[in-house]
């Protein structure tokens, strides 16, 4: 796991970013782009930046499912909770990658090295049901590919 | 050299249109042919992508789903002179799917190179521009007033009095916002424009950015979207090289420019005071209402916030005039609208046509009825929030009021199909366990009132005193409609009300499958 990002490293990624034009978003997506997540001492360089407060800059950054205040897993599985993939058994997916992780959904390993997360439909559902794994599309699961794909992402993590 | 067409959509992608781009770059040369492959925007027939066109004399013969795989033989069987065959579909154009459409909005959607303004224009792109920089701002309004164009993300409110009333506000800074936050699950259409057509928004946009005294627009688009972002970023930058935004747009004295923003999922910044919370950088909260965004909207200006699809809908009507637009449609529904299809349907995707059009021939017609064979049991239209009509309404057309009069609701024009192994009782607890999800937290009957809506269905599921839990479910519905701050609430009982009404048996029995709760 990395360090915390400096400051002056912070300050140079932000600095682009003006007060009242409505910049905390994209500031947001700059730095969790660049470190995966929002450090605690990113959301002070951003509000100094952009001439408010720490508070707000949280309240934005907890808002948001997309924006994680913690480095994230080696390995994320995002399981689709669209309906197209409800209809093809995603529910029956969910249930078997959850058994076989040991997480609950939203849940990381002990050791933060994978995790499974709740995804939005993001259209691609001609490969219903499926999970991201890193992003990257699995379609057309079935339950015993989940456990395998599952037990995949456990035993690299071990 | 001949012209090939493999599409750039996310929806194409994601079933392999890269490798196939790559393969016929590749396989092509070595057998002595140069081609260009040309990455278009999706045609809207899923089953058949990735979707390969070839330019011939006779016009584009497509072939779909085509693999990797499937290259080195369709080239040798002729595919580049367009040769019947094996995934041959003959001319695009003729597939009844599209053939049988009204296209307006979608028009150019996956038939031109989505980044090039001279294949645009030489498809009757910036008509529509170049007639609004001819008119005042108070004529545009009144040619869109006069098209009879409501809003496309679910309200329904008449876009020419939207943009009158901001046209009226004192000058000073205006705003033009795109909700492009198209989180209903099972919708694509903003996002096969964004990708497919970006330039019909941005003259969309700059029209009505003219028309109200606007010199700033953004459009929001969600994070699931990110090809999508990219793809309408790129368009910006190309209109702005090009002298179509900026300073003076076009070499007129109007202003205007766009910046894109992307979301980070929350299905309530679709909701246009949220987004506009969002948009200034703060929790994506609802508003109250009064002001409404078009006299106090962005930091406090006013401001048009419409769906991505009433703006796409502008250019046709300025460049064809308000009545070839409202030809179109009936009652006080006019011109088109893009349906998607989706779910348990054998052939899923685009649909634009005149209002009017029954679910049935939607459904039957165009989607081919289920994907699984089985008896079609419940249609969702409007996404997550609409209610679940059954099978014996499928007949009614594809109108606001008519939809309405059967308790439906049109939304952003997504209809998903279930079939008879859905359990109603199953979907309506998901409805309420997405309301509690996705809820802001403002108001108090959608925060908590979802909550205990999943717990009271819970209750029924389990058979726990079901008279009385269903009548406390109704209540809890009134509650939840007549007092919420905005449509989540307020559309949340949709989906409850109108599974308990037309599907009352699945409400008896014990649940078809366990639940477990599955919300984050």
């Known amino acids: 796991m990395q360090a915390e990002p400096s400051m002056q490293e912070l300050r140079e990624l932000v600095a682009e970013f003006r007060p009242n034009r409505g910049h905390v978003m994209p500031a947001l997506h700059k730095v969790q782009d660049r470190y995966g997540y929002i450090p605690r001492v990113a959301m002070d360089v951003i509000a100094r930046q952009l001439n408010t407060t720490p508070a707000l800059i949280y309240g934005a950054a907890t808002f948001y499912t997309d924006f994680r205040l913690h480095p994230r897993p080696e390995t994320e599985i995002s399981w689709c909770s669209g309906p197209a993939c409800r209809l093809k058994g995603g529910d029956r997916i969910r249930e078997a990658i959850q058994q076989t992780l040991e997480v609950p959904l939203g849940g990381e390993s002990e050791d933060g090295r994978y995790g499974l997360h709740i995804g939005q439909c993001n259209g691609t559902c001609t490969e219903a049901p499926q999970v991201w794994v890193n992003e990257k599309v699995v379609g057309n699961l079935t339950v015993s590919k989940a456990i395998r794909l599952a037990r995949d992402v456990k035993g690299e993590a071990e | ?520």
Not at chain 2, 284 to 296: C, D, E, H, T
């Open chain 2, 1 to 520: 050299m001949t012209r090939v067409f493999v599409p750039g959509d996310a929806a194409a992608l994601s079933v392999g249109a890269e490798e196939v781009a790559e393969a016929l770059a590749r396989e092509a040369p070595a057998r002595g042919v140069s081609i260009e492959i040309i990455r278009n925007g999706s045609r809207g027939m899923f089953w058949l992508e990735p979707l390969v066109e070839v330019e011939t004399a006779a016009g584009r013969i497509a072939y779909g789903p085509v693999a990797p795989a499937d290259v080195p033989a369709l080239l040798d069987g002729g595919l580049l002179e367009g040769k019947p065959g094996a995934l041959c579909h003959g001319l695009t154009e003729a597939i009844p799917y599209l053939a049988n459409q009204e296209r307006l909005t979608f028009a150019r959607c996956g038939v031109t190179d989505p980044f090039s303004l001279d294949d645009y224009r030489a498809h009757g792109g910036y008509r529509g521009l170049a007639r609004a920089l001819a008119l005042t701002p108070a004529a545009i309004v009144e040619e869109v007033a006069a098209s009879g164009l409501r809003g496309r993300g679910g309200a329904g409110f008449p876009t020419g009095i939207k943009w009158r009333t901001v046209l009226e506000q004192p000058a000073g800074q205006k705003y033009i916002v795109a909700n492009a936050d198209e989180g209903d699950s099972g919708t694509f259409a903003d996002r096969m424009l964004m990708e497919g057509d970006p330039f019909l928004l941005i003259e969309g946009m700059t029209i009505a950015g003219i028309a109200v005294g606007a010199t700033k627009g953004y459009i929001y688009i969600r994070s699931e979207y990110p090809h999508a972002f990219r793809a309408f970023s790129r368009a910006i930058h190309i209109a702005r090289e090009a002298g179509l935004l900026g300073e003076r747009v076009s070499g007129s004295a109007h202003a205007f420019d766009i910046e894109a923003r992307l979301g980070a999922g929350a299905y309530i910044c679709g909701e246009e005071t949220s987004l506009l919370e969002s948009l200034e950088g703060k929790r994506g909260l609802v508003r109250y209402r009064p002001p409404l965004p078009a006299i106090q909207g962005l930091f406090g200006q006013p401001t048009v916030v419409n769906n991505l699809l009433s703006f796409a809908a502008v250019p046709t009507i300025l460049a064809e005039g308000a009545a070839f637009y409202a030809n179109y449609g009936m009652g006080r529904s006019r011109g088109t609208m893009p349906l998607q299809l989706a779910g348990n349907m054998r052939r899923g995707g685009l649909v634009e046509k005149a209002f009017g059009i029954t679910m049935r021939d939607a459904i039957e017609g165009f989607g081919g009825g289920t994907a699984s064979g089985r008896p079609l049991r419940a249609v969702q239209v409007g996404g997550p929030l609409g209610a679940y009509l059954p099978e014996s309404l499928l007949d009614t057309p594809i109108d606001y009021e008519a939809l309405a009069a059967v308790g439906g609701m049109l939304g952003h024009g997504g209809i998903v199909v279930f079939d008879d192994t859905v359990d109603m009782a199953r979907q309506a607890r998901f409805a309420m366990e997405f309301c509690a999800a996705e809820s802001c937290g403002k108001c108090t009957p959608c925060r908590i009132g979802s909550t205990r809506g999943v717990e009271v269905i819970d209750q029924v599921l389990a058979r726990a005193d079901v008279p009385a839990n269903l009548a406390l479910l109704d209540d809890l519905c009134e509650v939840l409609a007549d007092a919420s701050l905005c449509a989540l609430g307020g559309l949340t009982p949709n989906p409850v009300r109108s599974a308990l009404r037309h599907f009352p048996e699945d409400f008896d029995r014990a649940p078809a499958v366990t639940i477990a709760a599955t919300s984050g």
